[in-house]
């Protein structure tokens, strides 16, 4: 190797570097890297501009001291031809910090849904909803929860008056995707204030470390949740309306049961509304057809109404 490309190699080295402890946080070194992927280049030249190098002396000689070893020289690069490998490197590095990220948050998922605690709401419809309110009040500002919110409120509305449970299925990049906080609340939300089931609906078969691997996963509703609770709980819940995301995830009915005392009847008092209506019809034409003189049959059709 001559001792221009030793020199070369030294510099794209110590950006690599640089790159590394700005993604850990280092200011000065987020200053750099920022510096060096938004030069100007004009012909045969790459440079940076003075104005952005800062105004304070001595972080301003700190940050041209590590342009330097990156192999900027006056405001200018040494070798132009290099800067299209520092972009190349940056990006690299981002993509592999995105896996590593992708990898850890899958991780504490796992953890999360394995070790929450059992929903310790269930029976305390009133608890349950001042937790759920908090939620809102602590979250819904960011735009992150709205899918979910969305998709929650979706499911609360559907198993409203329906004696079989509500399955709700969305990938879990829906809890992944916006931070460990938000998913740690989310997680908390689901499964120990709402009380609701979990179960894996399909996997693709990348191995269990692949970071870009994708799961959905199907929710049921606590069985021991009423429908006035239900009714309760959209109350607290923001207006679907106003939320700026659509629902996550895909709504079905499933097979599963719920107490029938749980329920509310009036679900059945509409079916039964249609004989109602037929009986009135079948009334209307007798007293067309007898003139309202038959006053047992108009009796017996006026208590059909009433079943």
């Known amino acids: 190797m001559s001792t221009v490309d030793a020199e070369r190699a030294s510099y794209l080295a ?29 012909a045969d030249r790459v440079f940076i501009h003075d104005r952005d190098l800062g105004t304070v002396g001595s972080v301003r000689e700190t940050v041209q001291n590590l342009l330097e ?29 995105h896996r590593e990220t992708q990898h850890m948050l899958r991780a504490e998922l796992d953890r999360l849904l394995l070790s929450s605690p059992d929903p310790i709401f269930d029976g305390r419809p009133e608890t349950r909803r ?25 499911t609360l509305e559907m198993q409203n008056r329906e ?6 299925t969305f990938l879990d990049d829906v809890l ?29 078969d990348l191995g269990a470390n692949d970071p870009t691997r ?10 021991t949740m009423s429908d006035h609770e239900i009714r309760e709980l959209l109350i607290v819940l923001p207006d679907r309306k106003k939320l700026t995301a659509r629902a996550t995830g895909d709504l079905q009915i499933s097979g599963r049961k719920r107490p029938a ?5 009036r679900k059945t008092r509409k079916r039964q509304g249609f004989w109602a209506w037929l009986a009135g019809l079948f009334r209307g034409l007798m007293k067309a ?4 003189k038959d006053k047992d049959t108009k009796g017996r059709y006026d208590s059909m109404e009433e079943v």
């Open 14 to 42: 110590f950006f690599t570097d640089l790159c590394n402890k700005a993604h850990n946080g280092d200011e000065t070194a987020s200053k750099v890297v920022s510096l060096i992927v938004t030069a100007t280049r004009e």
């Open 69 to 97: 070893h990156v192999g900027v020289f006056a405001n200018e690069f040494r070798y132009p031809e290099d800067w299209p490998r520092y972009l190349d490197t940056k990006r690299s590095l981002r993509a592999e910090w």
């Open 130 to 154: 001042e937790a759920v309110r908090r939620f809102v009040a602590t979250y819904s500002k960011a735009i992150g929860t709205h899918p979910l919110l969305s998709g929650l409120i979706r």
């Open 163 to 168: 004696p079989t449970l509500v399955a709700w």
């Open 176 to 204: 992944i995707q916006n931070g460990p906080e938000l998913m740690k609340a989310m997680v908390h939300l689901l499964i120990t204030v709402m009380g609701m089931t979990h179960s894996v609906a399909s996997k693709q």
């Open 214 to 223: 994708e799961t959905a996963r199907t929710w049921y509703l606590s069985t």
């Open 261 to 265: 005392e749980l329920v509310d009847p």
């Open 289 to 292: 057809l007898f003139g309202g």
